[in-house]
């Protein structure tokens, strides 16, 4: 059966660090992966999808970036954190039309 | 940007009562689908109900998708405090590479 496993669960950054969270998934391939964040009682926003190895699609300008380097692996990443970045961030695989979405545990990343 | 949006925001009721959400959405879709979010996990898929589809039922749950209305219900019969939670609804963008979601319903339980 497939999972996603992200990491770490919780997070506390300092404004200006740099940030590499990692979320993999297991069980199939060639998966689409998503990135999104939800900011305290709020819905989730799409920040980044991947339809394949090296394609990243940005949803929205910001100061984080996603990589994909290997097939079943998704990196979020930023040089300097923000006050803003603070959030819950979400990986996901699936969710093309038709197909549903699998989420991760989330991360709780605050910044200070 | 937001395609779902859901109604009420927040919604209390008491074991056993019905909850019933709405979503409205802006453009065409192929499918509607709706995730729950226990506090502070990630969301775990409901239902899919597909563009041609009027009704589906999951168990307790009841979904219906108004196309001419671009809007969906979600009826969770006999509620019990475990379905406190936050409901989505979510739709795919305009590509259909990925799924856009509103800002929830949170739901409260009381026993």
């Known amino acids: 059966s497939q999972t996603i496993h992200q990491w770490p669960a919780t997070l506390v950054q300092p404004v200006g660090s740099p940030l590499s969270l990692e979320c993999t998934v297991e069980?199939?391939?060639?998966?689409?992966l998503y990135w999104y964040r939800q900011a305290a009682g709020r819905g989730l926003q799409l920040l980044f999808y991947?339809?394949?190895?090296?394609?990243i699609s940005s949803e929205v300008p910001q100061n984080l970036s996603a990589s994909r380097p290997q097939d079943r692996q998704f990196i979020l990443s930023s040089k300097k954190l923000l006050l803003s970045d603070s959030g819950f961030y979400l990986c996901?695989?699936?969710?093309?039309?038709?197909?549903?979405?699998?989420f991760g545990q989330g991360t709780r990343l605050t910044v200070v | 940007s937001q395609q779902g949006e859901e109604d009420p925001q927040a919604l209390s009721i008491q074991e056993g009562e019905n909850a019933t959400m709405n979503c409205s959405y802006k453009?065409?879709?192929?499918?509607l689908q709706w995730y729950r979010q226990n506090s502070g996990r990630g969301l775990v898929h409901l239902i899919l109900?597909?563009?041609?589809?009027r009704e589906k039922h999951s168990g307790r749950l009841r979904v219906t998708l108004d196309t001419s209305k671009k809007s969906s219900s979600l009826l969770i019969t006999a509620s019990r405090a475990a379905d406190t939670a936050s409901y989505f609804c979510?739709?795919?963008?305009?590509?259909?590479?990925?799924?856009?979601f509103g800002k929830g319903t949170t739901l409260s339980v009381s026993s």
């Open positions: 996901a695989w699936g969710g093309t039309v038709n197909t549903e979405a699998f």
């Open positions: 453009t065409s879709i192929n499918n």
């Open positions: 109900i597909r563009s041609n589809e």
């Open positions: 979510a739709t795919n963008n305009q590509a259909g590479t990925a799924l856009i």
């Open positions: 069980g199939t391939s060639n998966p689409n």
């Open positions: 991947s339809v394949g190895i090296g394609q």
